[in-house]
C-alpha cells in the first residue's frame, strides 16, 4: 500500500458545526502533516506529527484541532470554522530518518466549503 | 530564508513537443528537491525526488536535473501530451527539514 487516503473528499459545512477530516496510511511513515491549499497557491503547511507528537503548529487557529490517535492514523477536527476557511486540506506522509532524505506522499485532499 | 521560484507561471505548447519546467532555490543547503503534479482540485501526485548528492531522476518521459550549487532544477518532459496538462509544483526541504514550495507552473498541451 503506497498511498495516503483521505476522507471525506467533499464536506460542506455551517459555521456552528463540528465536522473532522481523516487521513490514514499504511507505509509505515512517522511523520504526518495536514497542509491547507486555496486556489491557484502552494500549499501551506498547518501541523506537523513526528511519531505521533505535535512537533509544529504553524500558528494555526484552535478551530482547527489535530490529532494523531496512532501512527497509521490523523485527524483534523473543525469547529466554528470561517468562511474564508474554505480550502482543500491536504494529508501527507513521510518516513522520518537521518537527513530527512525522504520524500512526502500526498492524499488526494478533502474540499471544505464553509457557509 | 530559503525561497523557491518557478518559471514560467503558465505554458502552453502543442501537443509531442519536449519542454523544460524550471525551479529555483536561493539557498544551496537543501536536503532533495521534489517535482509534483497537481490536477484540478485534486492532491499532489509526486513525479520525481532528487537527493541533494544527486544529478538527475527519471521517471518515464520525465526527467529532472540538479544543479544545487546554481540553486537549479529542471523538469524535462518529452514527448508531451494532452494528459500531461496539470500544475506542476517544486519544493526543497530545505536545512530546517521543512518542505518550502515554489508556485508552481501550469502548463497546457494543446491536442
Known amino acids: 500500500d503506497t498511498e495516503v487516503t483521505q476522507t471525506p473528499k467533499h464536506l460542506v459545512m455551517g459555521m456552528t458545526n463540528k465536522k473532522s477530516l481523516k487521513c490514514e496510511q499504511h507505509?509505515?511513515?512517522?511523520?504526518m502533516y495536514w497542509y491547507k491549499q486555496k486556489a491557484k497557491k502552494p500549499p501551506e503547511l498547518m501541523f506537523v506529527y513526528s511519531y505521533e507528537k505535535l512537533s509544529i503548529n504553524e500558528s494555526v487557529p484552535s478551530r482547527f484541532s489535530p490529532e494523531c490517535p496512532n501512527s497509521s492514523l490523523l485527524n483534523l477536527h473543525l469547529h466554528a470554522l470561517q468562511p474564508e476557511d474554505s480550502a482543500l486540506y491536504l494529508c501527507a506522509s513521510s518516513q522520518e530518518g537521518q537527513g530527512s532524505l525522504y520524500g512526502y506522499t500526498f492524499g488526494s485532499g478533502t474540499r471544505l466549503t464553509v457557509v | 530564508k530559503q525561497e523557491v521560484t518557478q518559471i514560467p507561471a503558465a505554458l502552453s505548447v502543442p501537443e509531442g513537443e519536449n519542454l523544460v519546467l524550471n525551479c529555483s532555490f536561493t539557498d544551496s543547503a537543501i536536503y532533495n528537491l521534489q517535482w509534483f503534479r497537481q490536477d484540478p482540485g485534486k492532491g499532489l501526485t509526486s513525479l520525481l525526488l532528487?537527493?541533494?548528492s544527486q544529478r538527475e531522476q527519471t521517471s518515464g518521459r520525465l526527467n529532472a536535473s540538479l544543479d544545487k550549487s546554481s540553486g537549479r532544477s529542471t523538469l524535462y518532459i518529452a514527448a508531451s501530451q494532452p494528459g500531461d496538462s496539470a500544475t506542476y509544483l517544486c519544493a526543497v526541504r530545505d536545512s530546517n527539514y521543512q518542505l518550502i514550495w515554489g508556485a508552481g507552473t501550469k502548463l497546457i498541451i494543446k491536442p
Open positions: 532528487i537527493q541533494s
Open positions: 507505509m509505515g511513515h512517522r511523520a
